[in-house]
């Protein structure tokens, strides 16, 4: 059908041969088989000169609509990898979405404003196929080889309790011998995810070896919010990720369980569906988040 047109355009066969770099006996054979398979003719040619048939005319007002279609469709692809445009649906665990990932992209949509995101927050490792997920920011590498995934980052957990609960322990619990003696009398809050028994390898800037310390929670949280809620309130000791705890040491609601110890770095990555070509909108949503995670506020 775009043959055809441009055997209309060009005014002649040998016209249209030259514009699309193809030869005449191609673009004839073009015009045979598609006349063949209409069981009409569109063109009456001569030697010197080519006119339209009635039904031709009708057919090429059809070819114009569907070439200035395909036009459009090709500028909006190329444009869409110019200028970042329409959904994504992003999601990352509480941790990280309210803190890091939500930031990153309201900052990315102030500049983008065709940008339309649309963030969930799940502590879960939903499946980005079935829920139609084109980003997930997660902690921890995943084991599927069903997906891209980048490191983007990381953060540490600070083991923290309310400084109403630490003064329970006198002058506060330190880096010593009995250190797992005494925490394993703690009360331990856990998110679900960390399961019912939960292992620490605490370092110490003191010391050259960690302390492996065993806690047995003994209150759980479906997520970040609700376990921030119950430490702060003095119930227990538990794990916060160290931007979050900085804010909240800040206006005295925490401090750290062990002064001057510290867990091994959480590794983040970026998790997508897409082939090598993926789409701008992904890409700068994903270079936000990184720039994010290295400057956290």
Same mark, same amino acid.
């Given at each position: 059908?775009?043959?055809?047109?441009?055997?209309?355009?060009?005014?002649?066969?040998?016209?249209?041969?030259?514009?699309?770099?193809?030869?005449?006996?191609?673009?004839?054979?073009?015009?045979?088989?598609?006349?063949?398979?209409?069981?009409?003719?569109?063109?009456?040619?001569?030697?010197?000169?080519?006119?339209?048939?009635?039904?031709?005319?009708?057919?090429?007002?059809?070819?114009?609509?569907?070439?200035?279609?395909?036009?459009?469709?090709?500028?909006?692809?190329?444009?869409?990898?110019?200028?970042?445009?329409?959904?994504?649906?992003?999601?990352?665990?509480?941790?990280?979405?309210?803190?890091?990932?939500?930031?990153?992209?309201?900052?990315?949509?102030?500049?983008?404003?065709?940008?339309?995101?649309?963030?969930?927050?799940?502590?879960?490792?939903?499946?980005?196929?079935?829920?139609?997920?084109?980003?997930?920011?997660?902690?921890?590498?995943?084991?599927?080889?069903?997906?891209?995934?980048?490191?983007?980052?990381?953060?540490?957990?600070?083991?923290?309790?309310?400084?109403?609960?630490?003064?329970?322990?006198?002058?506060?619990?330190?880096?010593?011998?009995?250190?797992?003696?005494?925490?394993?009398?703690?009360?331990?809050?856990?998110?679900?995810?960390?399961?019912?028994?939960?292992?620490?390898?605490?370092?110490?800037?003191?010391?050259?070896?960690?302390?492996?310390?065993?806690?047995?929670?003994?209150?759980?949280?479906?997520?970040?919010?609700?376990?921030?809620?119950?430490?702060?309130?003095?119930?227990?000791?538990?794990?916060?990720?160290?931007?979050?705890?900085?804010?909240?040491?800040?206006?005295?609601?925490?401090?750290?369980?062990?002064?001057?110890?510290?867990?091994?770095?959480?590794?983040?990555?970026?998790?997508?569906?897409?082939?090598?070509?993926?789409?701008?909108?992904?890409? #700068?949503?994903?270079?936000?988040?990184?720039?994010? #995670?290295?400057?956290?506020?």
């Amino acid at each position: 059908m775009s043959v055809f047109a441009k055997v209309v355009e060009c005014g002649s066969i040998s016209a249209a041969a030259e514009d699309l770099s193809l030869s005449k006996s191609v673009i004839s054979q073009h015009l045979k088989v598609l006349e063949q398979e209409l069981g009409i003719t569109l063109l009456k040619r001569t030697t010197r000169r080519q006119t339209l048939t009635a039904a031709g005319a009708a057919f090429y007002e059809k070819c114009q609509q569907m070439n200035q279609l395909a036009q459009e469709a090709w500028e909006g692809a190329r444009e869409s990898q110019l200028t970042p445009t329409g959904s994504i649906t992003i999601t990352a665990p509480h941790a990280l979405m309210g803190n890091i990932v939500a930031p990153a992209i309201g900052e990315l949509v102030s500049v983008y404003p065709a940008i339309i995101p649309h963030l969930v927050a799940d502590d879960g490792r939903i499946d980005i196929i079935e829920h139609g997920i084109d980003l997930a920011v997660r902690v921890g590498e995943s084991a599927s080889s069903s997906y891209r995934q980048r490191r983007i980052g990381q953060f540490r957990d600070i083991l923290c309790g309310s400084p109403q609960y630490i003064s329970q322990y006198g002058d506060g619990l330190d880096f010593s011998d009995d250190l797992s003696e005494k925490m394993a009398v703690c009360n331990y809050v856990a998110n679900v995810w960390q399961g019912k028994y939960v292992v620490h390898h605490l370092h110490h800037q003191s010391q050259s070896e960690p302390v492996t310390l065993m806690m047995h929670p003994t209150r759980f949280a479906d997520s970040l919010p609700t376990t921030l809620a119950l430490i702060e309130a003095g119930a227990g000791l538990g794990i916060v990720p160290e931007f979050i705890f900085s804010q909240r040491q800040h206006v005295g609601c925490l401090e750290e369980a062990i002064p001057g110890s510290y867990l091994a770095p959480t590794s983040v990555y970026a998790t997508h569906a897409f082939n090598s070509s993926m789409p701008l909108l992904v890409r #700068l949503c994903i270079e936000a988040i990184e720039s994010r #995670l290295s400057t956290p506020a």
